[in-house]
Structures are given as C-alpha cells and as structure tokens.
C-alpha cells in the first residue's frame, strides 16, 4: 500500500563539504519542535550515525546496499520511519561517488531507491559564479535524482552570499535554504581524532554542543521549506506490520561491551541477535572486573588504543575473557575487539598488554592500514558463518600487525575468511580463530547476512548445554578441527 512519510535526504558533493554539521542541526531543531525525527545514515559510518542517534534520542539506522540488498534496505527505512513525523538522511562522499563508473552504491542511488527529496550542502569557500555551474551539473547529471534546494556552507560574508545564491536560484531554478558562514571545521564543533570525530560516548555532555547546533539551524538554516520539502516527498509502497523482532522466549544470554570504549554496533545486529532468542547483557570492559553469566560474548568495534590504559588496569577482565576462550565460549569480535583480543598494542610509542588470546602484536600507524568495503570466502570451518559462503562488509582500521616475533608460532594461527577485497590482517586474510573465538578486522551488517545471528545463537546454546562438563576436563575445542592446516599465505606482511 501507497505510506506518505516525511523524508529529506541531506547530500554533499565530496567528503568533508558539511553535511554532518547541516544533519546535526538540522535534526536538532526538529526535535527541539517537538518532532518526532528517526534518522539514517548512508554506508557504514558508525560515528556520523552515533550522533545523529544522540540528537535524535533513537537508534540511528545505516543505510547501505553493498552490505545489504535493496530491497532489505528499503524495507527498513520504511519500517523506522514509519512512527517519526520526520525522517532525516545523511548522505556520505560525494552525492554521486560509488564504487565503480556508475555509481553504484553512492548517496544518489539511495536517493533514488527512497525517492527522498535531496538538499546539497556545498562548500562555497573562494567562489561565487562557478558554485551554480556546478550545481547545475549536479541536477543535470541524473535527472532522476530530486536536488530539492541548496545549503551553502563556509560563506565569506553578505555579499558572497548575495551572488551565489542568486546565480543557483536563476540557473538552477531551485532555492538556497542556508548559508551558513566560516565555523571552522566540525572537529572544532565536535573533538575529532584519527577515525573522524569523537563518539557521544566519550563526549562532554555539558560542553554546549547541542546550544551551537541550534544555533546554526535558527540563524543560518530555513527550517520551515526543508520540512515542506519533506512532507511533499512522493508517498512509497509498503506495507506497515505490526511486527517485532524481539523474541520472548530467551535461550542463551550473549553478553557484550557497552562502554566509552566499545561503541560501533549496528541497532540490527544487536535486534537480530534477540530475534533469535538472545538476552542481551551490557558489560563494561573498564569497570567490571569478570564476566556476568552468559554464554557468549559479542565485542564490536571501537577505540581500545584512546583508552588502552584503563582497558589494562583492568586485567581482572582481560583475564576472565581470556578464560572465557579457552573453555569454548562463542565469542564474536569485530576490529576493536580484535585489538583487545590481541597479544599486545603499541599506541603512540607505549607497548599496552591486551588480553592475550591470539598470539599476535599489533600497532597503530598514522594512516589508515585498511579502509573501505570488504568482501570475503569463508574458507575453513567456524561457529558463525558457512564454510564455502561469501560475506560482504566493511573495514577501517589504523592499527596492523606488527613484526613477527614467533614465526612458527604465528603459522599455528587459524583463520577462517580469504579476502577478495580489503586488506584485513594482510596477505588478504582476516577471520582469527580460536576455539569458538572469532575475531577479524572486517564489520558485517545483520541484515546482508542474517546467519550470523542464527549462528551465534546456536552457538551459544550448544556452549550453554555442554561447557560445563567440557571445560571440566578441558577438552572443548568447539567447531575447530585439531588437524587445521594454515594456508600458505597466513604469514602475514609487517609492511602494512
């Protein structure tokens, strides 16, 4: 059935052009009118979607048909905006990047697959005339992309403003809806670091940063056209479901890292786990020093290395997961838990002892190590994902191993996922296993792989209903063959 639902997606043309700062205002002075907002974001971004979730007090959704099919994407934009007055989307890159010539999987195919009115925030910084030249283009470029109306951002004063907004309004034939002037940079706004800008886990609640939000939307932002423009976006077919994910009848209980420290978890991955029948127990990697009673572990991303000193006065916890993994409980990390599971973290010239449950030693460099879309063979045998499939995700990631001190020890290493693309360890591996321990570099997303959370479940359960008697006796090796053979390029480059 024809659902009318209030949406604007908020576009740019390259990185770093001002969307983020244009979405957080935006959304804040939504919510501070009383409105309903559910938020996305498009692709992978952990961090722009943390805070847009802040602002809007929701679980801020990505949206991204690399890491899972359209058809799942558009089904769950329409499922959470289903109950918001208003639904807010931020773009990433530039609106027609993608991975290929076509575009593929860029901000404007998703424009098109939610037939979202787009607003382009364009950074105007020492030009006038040419900015409509270039919206024009933008327009022009794919006619059935909507370009709804124009941001500008980083504007020199009244008389710049003056010119370029009449010249995109007289050749362009669509509105300028702000003009925002010189602020600085987002990080100015917001701490930023080596990954983007700081979490809201770790921000400073009183700093004033939602006062500066709206500041910006009331003096520089026209509010009003843009939830016009939004309320008059083309009704979409789709069919609303009373339907809940979460199953009332709980199995196993998977414990996870809900900290300052580990933050990076897809809404999804977290609902499909209790979909299948999981409790979910949050757990500080700081402040508890041991494991609740649960029968798995999920540690996702984050920052170990920020807060690796905290992380090692709490060896108690260190410790405890390490026990964890040698009894055969399922344990799932993605990139920062791989740190943590790690030998050992050189971070700024300081060597921090990690839990120690893969014998490798990893550093941090100034560039990123790998970063972008993964896709990946499941080549050996583990507890979360069929052997022979494939599994799509995405990396970022400064750290990388480091040299190899215990070559023949390190050849001993089982992994599980042969790279097509990405860099993941090196040598196109990721995928380290231990027992039913699986840690890699690569993130995936519930809803391209729906599996995953079958498998952890089940994996779960089965360590529920056997790991007692067998890590009595010290004989549980859970899915992990004792004749594993390493491939021939498991030694992985220091060079990376």
Same mark, same amino acid.
């Not at 359209?70 to 890159?93: H, K, M």
């Not at 939307?217 to 083309?234: F, G, P, R, T």
């Not at 029968?295 to 984050?302: E, Q, R």
């Given at each position: 059935? %024809?659902?009318?639902?209030?949406?604007?997606?908020?576009?740019?043309?390259?990185?770093?052009?001002?969307?983020?700062?244009?979405?957080?205002?935006?959304?804040?002075?939504?919510?501070?009118?009383?409105?309903?907002?559910? %938020?996305?974001?498009?692709?992978?971004?952990?961090?722009?979607?943390?805070? &847009?979730?802040?602002?809007?007090?929701?679980?801020? @959704?990505?949206?991204?048909? *690399?890491?899972?099919? +359209?058809?799942?994407? *558009?089904?769950?934009?329409?499922?959470?905006?289903?109950?918001?007055?208003?639904?807010?989307? =931020?773009?990433?890159?530039?609106?027609?990047?993608?991975?290929?010539?076509?575009?593929?999987?860029?901000?404007?195919? $998703?424009?098109?697959? $939610?037939?979202?009115?787009?607003?382009?925030?364009?950074?105007?910084?020492?030009?006038?005339?040419?900015?409509?030249?270039?919206?024009?283009?933008?327009?022009?470029?794919?006619?059935?992309?909507?370009?709804?109306?124009?941001?500008?951002?980083?504007?020199?004063?009244?008389?710049?403003?003056?010119?370029?907004?009449?010249?995109?309004?007289?050749?362009?034939?669509?509105?300028?809806?702000? #003009?925002?002037?010189?602020?600085?940079?987002?990080?100015?706004?917001?701490?930023?670091?080596?990954?983007?800008?700081?979490?809201?886990?770790?921000?400073?609640?009183?700093?004033?940063?939602?006062?500066?939000?709206?500041?910006?939307?009331?003096?520089?932002?026209?509010?009003?056209?843009?939830?016009?423009?939004?309320?008059?976006?083309?009704?979409?077919?789709?069919?609303?479901?009373?339907?809940?994910?979460?199953?009332?009848?709980?199995?196993?209980?998977?414990?996870?890292?809900?900290?300052?420290?580990?933050?990076?978890?897809?809404?999804?991955?977290? +609902?499909?786990?209790?979909?299948?029948?999981?409790?979910?127990?949050?757990?500080?990697?700081?402040?508890?020093?041991?494991?609740?009673?649960?029968?798995?572990? *999920?540690?996702?991303?984050?920052?170990?290395?920020?807060?690796?000193?905290?992380?090692?006065?709490?060896? #108690?916890? /260190?410790?405890?997961?390490?026990?964890?993994?040698?009894?055969? /409980?399922?344990?799932?990390?993605?990139?920062?838990?791989?740190?943590?599971?790690?030998?050992? &973290?050189?971070? =700024?010239?300081?060597?921090?002892? /990690?839990?120690?449950?893969?014998?490798?030693?990893?550093?941090?460099?100034?560039?990123?190590?790998?970063?972008?879309?993964?896709?990946?063979?499941?080549?050996?045998?583990?507890?979360?994902?069929? +052997?022979?499939?494939?599994?799509?995700?995405? +990396?970022?990631?400064?750290?990388?191993? #480091?040299?190899?001190?215990?070559?023949?020890?390190?050849?001993?290493?089982?992994?599980?996922?042969?790279?097509?693309?990405?860099?993941?360890?090196?040598?196109?591996?990721?995928?380290?296993?231990?027992?039913?321990?699986?840690?890699?570099? /690569?993130?995936?997303?519930?809803?391209? =792989?729906?599996?995953?959370?079958?498998?952890?479940?089940?994996?779960?359960?089965?360590? @529920?209903?056997?790991?007692?008697?067998?890590?009595?006796?010290?004989?549980? @090796?859970?899915?992990? %063959?004792?004749?594993?053979?390493?491939?021939?390029?498991?030694?992985?480059?220091?060079?990376?």
């Amino acid at each position: 059935m %024809a659902t009318s639902l209030s949406r604007i997606l908020i576009a740019g043309l390259s990185g770093d052009s001002g969307k983020t700062i244009v979405s957080l205002s935006l959304a804040n002075a939504l919510v501070r009118r009383g409105l309903a907002v559910s %938020a996305f974001k498009k692709g992978p971004d952990y961090i722009d979607a943390a805070w &847009l979730g802040f602002i809007t007090n929701t679980s801020c @959704r990505n949206l991204d048909t *690399y890491l899972a099919p +359209e058809n799942e994407v *558009y089904t769950s934009f329409c499922a959470n905006a289903a109950n918001s007055d208003i639904s807010l989307i =931020e773009g990433n890159r530039g609106i027609y990047d993608g991975k290929d010539v076509l575009g593929t999987h860029s901000t404007a195919g $998703l424009a098109k697959l $939610l037939q979202a009115p787009v607003v382009l925030v364009v950074d105007v910084t020492k030009t006038t005339r040419t900015i409509g030249a270039l919206v024009k283009g933008v327009i022009d470029f794919d006619h059935d992309v909507r370009i709804a109306g124009v941001i500008l951002n980083r504007v020199g004063g009244n008389r710049h403003q003056s010119i370029v907004t009449q010249t995109i309004e007289k050749y362009c034939g669509i509105p300028v809806l702000g #003009a925002i002037p010189k602020l600085g940079e987002a990080s100015e706004i917001i701490p930023g670091r080596h990954l983007g800008l700081v979490t809201p886990a770790e921000y400073d609640k009183n700093a004033g940063f939602t006062d500066k939000l709206d500041e910006i939307a009331v003096n520089y932002i026209n509010i009003d056209k843009i939830i016009e423009l939004a309320n008059n976006a083309s009704e979409l077919e789709f069919e609303r479901v009373n339907e809940h994910l979460e199953n009332n009848e709980k199995k196993v209980r998977i414990g996870y890292f809900n900290d300052s420290v580990f933050t990076f978890y897809y809404p999804e991955n977290l +609902e499909y786990l209790e979909k299948e029948g999981a409790e979910l127990i949050g757990i500080s990697s700081i402040d508890d020093n041991k494991l609740p009673e649960i029968d798995a572990l *999920y540690i996702g991303g984050g920052f170990p290395e920020t807060q690796a000193e905290k992380l090692v006065n709490n060896k #108690a916890m /260190m410790n405890d997961v390490r026990k964890a993994a040698v009894s055969g /409980m399922p344990i799932y990390a993605e990139c920062g838990g791989l740190i943590y599971l790690s030998r050992s &973290l050189c971070w =700024e010239g300081k060597l921090f002892s /990690m839990a120690g449950v893969f014998p490798i030693d990893l550093t941090m460099h100034k560039k990123p190590v790998g970063h972008g879309y993964t896709s990946a063979t499941v080549d050996h045998k583990n507890p979360y994902f069929a +052997e022979n499939g494939q599994i799509k995700g995405h +990396e970022f990631h400064y750290s990388g191993v #480091a040299e190899i001190q215990d070559e023949a020890g390190f050849r001993q290493l089982r992994n599980c996922l042969s790279l097509s693309k990405g860099t993941g360890l090196g040598n196109k591996r990721d995928g380290l296993l231990f027992n039913n321990t699986l840690a890699c570099y /690569m993130h995936i997303h519930a809803l391209g =792989e729906k599996g995953w959370a079958v498998n952890f479940v089940k994996a779960a359960c089965e360590y @529920r209903d056997r790991a007692g008697e067998n890590s009595q006796s010290g004989d549980f @090796r859970g899915f992990i %063959a004792d004749d594993y053979q390493a491939p021939d390029n498991l030694l992985l480059s220091s060079s990376i």
